[in-house]
């Protein structure tokens, strides 16, 4: 038997793992997933061409719409989205949300400028072009990303708003958060939006954001978990961007894997519907959370696993409770 998934990249190293873990337990069974981005995910959902999709954006009330049955929302872990930046000689800085938006709306063009001078007083930033970097696909990071400038630039919310693909302003795309890291990290002057678990592996350089309580923080497991200090919806339909605990990293993410709440469709199996739940059920898990703490994402919260589990448990075939 074999289960397939696609969708977002930015849980790709997370789900590459414990999808092997599972296999491991549950010899016979085979897990396979297409880190194709979130739209990518969506749509593949849609097209019933997957098991799963996987994406870092709750599905919106339009896109909820067009998948033409109930789809649940499962919670897997939580990361962060973070400037990674390629500068030499320059390892500690400093950025605010409006600034970030001013460089990716082509305001900021320098990175002497002095706005980024003036929160950086005692860093040699130099007279270099700013080469922004952005997703070329639909983008579950991207989405989280501009919600954020969204909430804090009146500017970026008036000219590009928040959305999975955008026309860009400014900058050089690249595919996945592989492709971002990878152009940061060998163009001097990059700077770029990544999940923090590729800028933590790949030992970028990261900026400190400051929060809405006005401090500048790193994305850490501890800051991340901060900011789902927050009531949770019973669909766990959940932004956590810019929250306001004072210890919250500012662009915090839940990121989910989708499935349809009746199983019972096209040629699948009870046994198929089976597994995918036993399968869900094994990523909340004690286990299957710790492999997330392990490799830099932030493991759910026991709220957001209380109210996961309901969901998995709802999960029926043809009206038939799996769980």
Same mark, same amino acid.
């Given at each position: 038997?074999?289960?397939?998934?696609?969708?977002?990249?930015?849980?790709?190293?997370?789900?590459?793992?414990?999808?092997?873990?599972?296999?491991?337990?549950?010899?016979?069974?085979?897990?396979?997933?297409?880190?194709?981005?979130?739209?990518?995910?969506?749509?593949?959902?849609?097209?019933?061409?997957?098991?799963?999709?996987?994406?870092?954006?709750?599905?919106?009330?339009?896109?909820?719409?067009?998948?033409?049955?109930?789809?649940?929302?499962?919670?897997?872990?939580?990361?962060?989205?973070?400037?990674?930046?390629?500068?030499?000689?320059?390892?500690?800085?400093?950025?605010?949300?409006?600034?970030?938006?001013?460089?990716?709306? =082509?305001?900021?063009? !320098? $990175?002497?400028?002095?706005?980024?001078?003036?929160? &950086? %007083?005692? /860093?040699?930033?130099?007279?270099?072009?700013?080469?922004?970097?952005?997703?070329?696909?639909?983008?579950?990071?991207?989405?989280?990303?501009?919600?954020?400038?969204?909430?804090?630039?009146?500017?970026?919310?008036?000219?590009?708003?928040? =959305?999975?693909?955008? !026309? $860009?302003?400014?900058?050089?795309?690249?595919?996945? &958060? %592989?492709? /971002?890291?990878?152009?940061?990290?060998?163009?001097?002057?990059?700077?770029?939006?990544?999940?923090?678990?590729?800028?933590?592996?790949?030992?970028?350089?990261?900026?400190?954001?400051?929060?809405?309580?006005?401090?500048?923080?790193?994305?850490?497991?501890?800051?991340?978990?901060?900011?789902?200090?927050?009531?949770?919806?019973?669909?766990?339909?959940?932004?956590?961007?810019?929250?306001?605990?004072?210890?919250?990293?500012?662009?915090?993410?839940?990121?989910?894997?989708?499935?349809?709440?009746?199983?019972?469709?096209?040629?699948?199996?009870?046994?198929?519907?089976?597994?995918?739940?036993?399968?869900?059920?094994?990523?909340?898990?004690?286990?299957?959370?710790?492999?997330?703490?392990?490799?830099?994402?932030?493991?759910?919260?026991?709220?957001?696993?209380?109210?996961?589990?309901?969901?998995?448990?709802?999960?029926?075939?043809?009206?038939?409770?799996?769980?």
């Amino acid at each position: 038997m074999s289960l397939s998934g696609a969708g977002a990249t930015f849980p790709y190293p997370y789900y590459n793992i414990v999808f092997r873990d599972y296999m491991r337990l549950n010899g016979g069974l085979k897990v396979s997933y297409g880190a194709i981005g979130s739209g990518g995910g969506i749509r593949s959902l849609r097209d019933r061409s997957v098991d799963f999709g996987a994406s870092d954006a709750f599905l919106n009330s339009k896109e909820i719409a067009s998948m033409n049955a109930e789809v649940v929302h499962i919670a897997t872990c939580m990361g962060g989205v973070v400037m990674a930046y390629t500068l030499e000689g320059v390892d500690s800085l400093r950025l605010t949300g409006p600034l970030v938006a001013d460089i990716y709306l =082509g305001n900021i063009k !320098k $990175w002497n400028d002095p706005k980024l001078q003036a929160i &950086n %007083p005692d /860093v040699p930033l130099p007279d270099l072009d700013i080469t922004p970097v952005y997703r070329s696909d639909g983008s579950g990071t991207t989405y989280n990303f501009s919600e954020y400038l969204s909430m804090v630039s009146p500017d970026w919310d008036s000219v590009m708003g928040k =959305g999975k693909a955008l !026309k $860009w302003e400014a900058g050089i795309a690249a595919k996945g &958060n %592989p492709g /971002v890291a990878g152009i940061v990290q060998q163009t001097e002057g990059a700077i770029g939006y990544i999940g923090s678990e590729y800028a933590l592996t790949l030992k970028l350089p990261v900026a400190k954001l400051r929060n809405k309580a006005g401090i500048y923080v790193d994305a850490t497991l501890e800051t991340i978990s901060a900011a789902a200090n927050v009531t949770l919806p019973d669909d766990m339909r959940a932004t956590i961007i810019d929250s306001d605990d004072p210890d919250a990293y500012p662009i915090s993410l839940f990121t989910w894997i989708l499935v349809y709440k009746d199983q019972q469709y096209g040629n699948r199996t009870k046994k198929e519907a089976e597994a995918l739940v036993d399968m869900l059920g094994y990523i909340i898990s004690d286990g299957g959370q710790k492999v997330a703490a392990q490799i830099n994402y932030a493991p759910l919260s026991a709220q957001a696993i209380e109210k996961t589990k309901k969901l998995i448990g709802e999960i029926h075939y043809g009206g038939e409770l799996i769980n």
